[in-house]
C-alpha cells in the first residue's frame, strides 16, 4: 500500500515486524500515563501480547491496523490505529472505526496526531465502503487526547466503562459521522 504523504507527515502501515518501532514509543513514561500509569512496555511484551494482538485486526485491504506516522525524513514520530470498535469484543461495530493514537513527546502541541489522524481519516472514507463514522475513547483526564478528537470533529457520546484484558476504567467516548463523505 502506497504512503499517504501530507504536508509534514509520511503514513503507512505497520507490519508484524515492527517492533522495534513500538517498543521504542512506549519507553517514555509521559507517553504511557494514560496507557497503563506511566509504566514502560517490556520488549517481551511488545513481542507476546502487543504484535499477537496486532496480527488479530491487520487487514490491509480494510485499511485496519496501526499506521506508522513519520517525518518526510522518515522518523518514526508515532502511530494511529484502526480497527472496528469492540474488536476485541463478542459485538464488533464493522461500519464504526476505532481511531486511536500514541505519539512521542516531541510531537506534542504541534497538530501532528489531528494531522495524521484527518488524513488517514479521509483516506478511510474514501477507500471503504460502509463506514459510517469514526469513534475514539479517551481516560477523562487525558485532556491532550480529548482535544484531538474535536479538533479533528468529534463529538462527545458519553462517559462509559472499558474492560481491557487486565483492567475496567472509564473513559469518554466520542464520534464523527463519515456519512456524508460518501456523496
Known sequence: MTPIVTLRLKISLMTLDDADLLFELDQDPAVMQYINGGKATSRQEILDVSI??????????????????????DVFLGWILIRPMGFFSDKPQFDNL???WR????????????ESALALINFISQQQDGITKFSAIADSLNTASIKVMKKIGMKYIETQEFHDESKTLDVVLYSLDVTHKKA
Open 52 to 73: 499477537p494482538r496486532l496480527a488479530k485486526y491487520l487487514n490491509p485491504e480494510k485499511c485496519w491496523g496501526q499506521w506508522k506516522v513519520s517525518d518526510l525524513d
Open 98 to 100: 476505532e481511531i486511536g
Open 103 to 114: 505519539f512521542k513527546q516531541v510531537t506534542w502541541g504541534k497538530g501532528i496526531a489531528t
